[in-house]
């Protein structure tokens, strides 16, 4: 292992390397350099600022990798915006997210057309019309009614999150990038949401679970994920988590009918109640999936160990 270690290293210091080589030979060579790094803190055999750098370049190469998913940004600050909205109304505006696309202002996309004969590899968006909303919002395969889908929308458009453009045909449908947002720039108090995870969540969920899971990811703490009341808290021991009747609070429900939809979140692979252990909050308390969402920390030590918590579950939902 000593030879491996020594000849990796070498290879690393190679100036003629890309990073993006670099990166790559870091991640396909992880465990010699975690072994690696083990014996220099032992042996001193590596003086500490290789070990160090060896860290930072391993850490850097897999939060880069990782943060290749595609995901949209939410303003953690809404200001009580969506307190007279149903759970199932802020649902939709969750399912929604799936189709928003980088850097075109809000616009709803139902698909991109990519044709193989183009040269200029031109992909046109086509919008995102009311039949597409329906389905987006309909369950087991059906449409949900225009009527309902109608309702939605205006309530949606009254409190700011969704607008339409009734000047074109068909009509555009956008949300609005100070609620949630896909591109460039970012919230002071943001909640990153993954696209591809987040639509296997939402595939399991009503439209109601989903408006409780999208309201609820704004409490989650920055590094523990645990849900509380002051979640850009670095210090553990003055973390406030949230107990059950608070949370049901915080989204508007009974404490009975959160009890349900955290039963059915928990059955999702969304939600799950943990010990301190996992978190160093100090209590057991609700966590959520960091597959789903994050606050974009790099190098988060929490997240590899609730991550795979979760995966335990959701593997199996997955082959289900």
Do not use: W
Not at 70 to 88: K, P, Q, W
Not at 109 to 116: D, F, L, M, T
Not at 122 to 141: S, V
Not at 213 to 223: S, T
């Amino acid at each position: 292992m000593n030879s491996r270690y020594s000849n990796l290293s070498n290879e690393l210091r190679n100036a003629s390397l890309t990073e993006a080589e670099q990166n790559t030979l870091i991640l396909e060579n992880k465990d010699v350099i975690l072994s690696g790094i083990d014996i220099a803190s032992t042996t001193r055999i590596r003086g500490e600022e290789e070990t160090k750098t060896l860290q930072k370049k391993l850490s850097a190469a897999e939060f880069k990798v990782k943060d290749k998913r595609h995901f949209v940004m939410s303003n953690a600050e809404d200001n009580g915006r969506f307190n007279s909205l149903a759970l199932a109304d802020i649902g939709a505006l969750f399912n929604l997210t799936q189709s928003l696309v980088t850097n075109k202002g809000g616009l709803l996309i139902a698909k991109v057309e990519r044709r193989k004969t183009d040269t200029e590899h031109y992909a046109p968006e086509i919008p995102l019309t009311i039949n597409d909303i329906q389905k987006a919002l309909g369950t087991g395969g059906k449409l949900r009614s225009r009527k309902a889908t109608y309702k939605t929308i205006t309530e949606l458009e009254r409190v700011g999150a969704l607008c339409r453009d009734s000047r074109t045909r068909p009509t555009l449908f956008y949300i609005e990038e100070d609620v949630i947002k896909a591109g460039e720039g970012a919230f002071k108090n943001f909640v990153k949401i993954y696209k591809v995870e987040a639509k296997k969540l939402l595939d399991r969920l009503t439209l109601r679970e989903a408006g409780a899971l999208f309201q609820l990811m704004k409490y989650h703490h920055v590094e523990s994920f645990v849900l509380c009341e002051n979640p850009q808290e670095f210090d553990k021991t003055k973390v406030k988590p949230y107990n059950g009747r608070e949370l049901a609070e915080k989204i508007g429900v009974a404490y009975k009918t959160f009890r349900n939809i955290m039963t059915k979140l928990m059955q999702a692979g969304a939600i799950l109640s943990v010990n301190s252990s996992y978190t160093d909050v100090a209590g057991r308390n609700y966590i959520i999936n960091p597959r789903v969402c994050n606050r974009g920390i790099p190098n988060n030590p929490y997240e590899a160990g609730i991550t795979k918590l979760f995966d335990q579950i959701t593997v199996k939902l997955d082959k289900g």
